[in-house]
């Protein structure tokens, strides 16, 4: 068993919360999180790294992938963005499998398997015994305390919110505790967790990159270096990272000791390219292996044209939606909400946008999400239907409304706010675009004052809690997403979901509110879910999307043909 370390890290900081995750947040980055940009993120433009750190390996038969830009670090525990590294060289105690109908669920990793208490607060993970990190140490119960410590503790850390329901987070974030009183070492091989009240969803965040496993001795020995010098950057995934060199290149290789059995890529070589005219010139002429089409989205239909069977698709687990504020008349009226929710048509904009990559959303949860549910009411497109509610809620003649608009947001978001004022003055709203710098859009929605607007939310983690509460959990979270839906005793059920530790009960309940708040109440207007599409080479097998359709890439499974 390797030596025992201290779990008291030094310099204790007031951690800012930057997702909207476990703990209940109030902003989304990383791998989830809201983007009224609607359009998935391509990571940092500058990296805090400064030297140069190749790898000095003989990358001839490596899989050939690029990013636009340098990542900032490989540590979780700094950065909540640039997983494709840690997506590799890490493991966590759980993971999520997606099957082939798009269909995912939460399978073991580190953890072979876990007992949850009755009462939903305990759970005892039993770990592999044959599971040793790319340095050669055991991993042991040990590095899981110790990684859920560093997480709250590390200077510069993020992603506390993963953490927030254990018992005790809180009073190690703010320093009156030096380790996490609710992560026990039973022994060697068995940890448990204890949190502060029943959280469902606690398995799911165990999921996230986040909360990737660390050694305990080689982390606590990097220092500052650990994520930035790959040398000292190891963890027990199917890749060791190898070769760093700033804004030109990142180098995996195989783990040929992985637990899983060694990955069939003997290596891949991700290149820095900002140009995407480039990336697709590379593409095309065999230089790269992988291509996201979402830097290329002007050559995207061409892609499928040019390339039809070469081209890999998942679901992205976010859902676009069209917000109406129940402070501003006349969104009081229920009838008024229903007729905006018929007046638009969802499929028209995703066809005309996206050319109808995705599908039209009828509820809160997205396609590829736990708990997705094909069965529930739909939404039609009916102008005559929205015009006749309309008319039943003394609005005739129309009224005036506003469409806020980000002015950082993509011209592709500001093309669907043309479309929807059109559609909405074919039943007589008058929809006026409002922009706004991007910082006062932000303080006027979190001061519960914007105007209708549209925007994205994608998964921070794979659970239907992190959509509804997000949204209508309280009164708070409600009124900074400037919605102010109002029924406190609906709020009071979406709370009190996340404790139900029957999950067939509790998935049964979040459908029912799904449809009390969506149908029943018309609370917002659901738009559509996107598929997330790459380009491979001819000579690339089994590649696929991770799960929350983010632009970070997992290559275990990949093969490559000669």
Not at 277 to 305: I, K, N, P, Y
Not at 332 to 339: L, S
Not at 346 to 362: C, N, T
Request: proline share 3%.
């Amino acid at each position: 068993m390797k030596r025992k370390l201290s779990l008291a890290l030094a310099g204790v900081m007031a951690l800012g919360l930057v997702m909207t995750g476990c703990g209940g947040g109030t902003s989304g980055s990383g791998a989830g999180g809201e983007s009224p940009a609607a359009e998935s993120g391509s990571g940092n433009t500058e990296s805090s790294k400064s030297a140069d750190s190749g790898s000095g390996t003989d990358t001839a038969g490596f899989m050939m992938d690029v990013l636009n830009a340098d990542i900032q670090t490989a540590d979780v525990q700094k950065t909540s963005k640039d997983y494709t590294i840690p997506n590799n060289i890490y493991d966590r105690l759980a993971e999520i499998e997606v099957d082939d109908k798009g269909v995912s669920k939460i399978v073991p990793s580190l953890a072979e398997d876990w007992d949850i208490s009755g009462d939903g607060l305990e759970y005892t993970f039993h770990l592999r015994r044959d599971v040793k990190f790319q340095n050669g140490n055991d991993f042991t119960a040990e590095d899981v305390a110790y990684t859920f410590n560093r997480l709250l503790t590390v200077e510069g850390g993020v992603n506390t919110e993963l953490l927030d329901q254990v018992k005790g987070a809180a009073e190690v974030i703010d320093g009156s505790a030096d380790t996490l009183e609710g992560v026990e070492v039973v022994d060697d091989y068995t940890v448990k967790i204890t949190l502060k009240e029943p959280f469902a969803a606690f398995l799911s965040c165990l999921t996230a990159p986040g909360l990737s496993i660390y050694d305990s001795e080689a982390t606590e020995a990097a220092g500052d270096q650990f994520g930035m010098d790959p040398a000292v950057t190891v963890g027990t995934g199917p890749f060791r990272f190898t070769g760093w060199t700033f804004n030109d290149q990142l180098v995996l290789e195989r783990n040929e000791d992985y637990w899983r059995g060694a990955p069939e890529l003997p290596g891949v070589v991700i290149k820095i390219i900002p140009d995407t005219e480039t990336q697709t010139m590379m593409f095309e002429s065999g230089e790269l292996d992988l291509l996201d089409l979402d830097f290329v989205t002007d050559a995207a239909d061409r892609f499928l044209e040019t390339y039809p069977d070469q081209i890999v698709q998942g679901p992205r687990v976010g859902i676009t939606y069209l917000t109406m504020n129940f402070n501003i008349e006349p969104f009081q009226d229920v009838k008024v909400r229903k007729a905006v929710q018929m007046a638009i048509d969802r499929q028209a904009i995703l066809d005309a946008l996206y050319g109808g990559r995705g599908q039209v959303e009828h509820g809160i949860y997205p396609y590829g999400l736990i708990g997705f549910h094909e069965g529930q009411t739909k939404i039609s497109y009916d102008p005559e239907g929205a015009k006749a509610l309309l008319s039943e809620a003394g609005y005739g003649s129309g009224f005036q409304m506003e469409l806020a608009a980000d002015a950082s947001a993509s011209d592709t978001v500001t093309m669907a706010l043309e479309i929807i004022k059109e559609q909405l003055a074919a039943v007589g709203i008058d929809a006026q675009i409002k922009n706004y710098d991007e910082s006062t859009w932000l303080e006027t929605r979190k001061a519960g004052e914007l105007g209708s607007f549209m925007s994205t939310w994608t998964a921070d983690f794979n659970d239907p809690e992190n959509f509804i509460y997000t949204f209508f959990g309280n009164e708070e979270k409600t009124r900074i997403r400037s919605i102010n839906y109002p029924d406190s005793a609906v709020m009071s059920r979406v709370s009190g979901a996340r404790g139900i530790v029957n999950e067939d009960e509790r998935l049964a309940e979040y459908q029912e509110l799904e449809e009390k708040l969506i149908h029943e109440d018309a609370a917002w207007v659901p738009m559509y879910s996107r598929m997330h599409l790459w380009a491979v080479s001819r000579r690339v097998q089994n590649f696929k999307p991770v799960w929350s359709g983010v632009s970070d890439r997992m290559y275990y499974g990949v093969s490559l043909s000669e």
